[in-house]
């Protein structure tokens, strides 16, 4: 098992930075690929970006330029840093980990979730 927990979320103005965060416990954390998916209200979960057990990251186009992942191992801790944030990003961010070393960016790949973090860019 794997539990995850993210934070760093919050109400921001068009063009501000936020880092999300997203700690993991459990099983050995450097066997997992980690990534973030968001969810605005009525429409369905979304890819946002993942990264392998290696370092190897894959980012939604829709955020590309904007937004980067990366995690450090010894805090177990993976990491969305998000910048030129526009009210179109508004949603609910989760973390998610992945069994394997492969990049992942269907949601069904996932096998365990955080709660989520809200996130609000107003204009």
């Known amino acids: 098992q794997v539990q995850l927990v993210e934070s760093g979320g919050g109400p921001v103005q068009t063009g501000a930075s936020l880092r999300l965060s997203c700690v993991a416990s459990?099983?050995?954390?450097?066997?997992?690929?980690m990534g973030w998916f968001r969810q605005a209200p009525g429409k369905e979960r979304e890819f946002v970006a993942t990264?392998?057990?290696?370092?190897?990251?894959r980012i939604a186009d829709s955020v590309k330029g904007r937004f980067t992942i990366s995690r450090d191992y010894a805090k177990n801790t993976a990491y969305l840093q998000m910048n030129s944030l526009e009210p179109e990003d508004t949603a609910v961010y989760y973390c998610?980990?992945?069994?394997?070393?492969?990049?992942?960016?269907?949601?069904?790949?996932?096998?365990?979730w955080g709660q989520g973090t809200q996130v609000t860019v107003s204009s």
């Open positions: 459990g099983r050995t954390f450097t066997t997992y690929a």
């Open positions: 998610a980990a992945a069994l394997g070393s492969l990049l992942r960016d269907l949601s069904s790949e996932y096998d365990y």
């Open positions: 990264i392998t057990f290696g370092g190897v990251t």
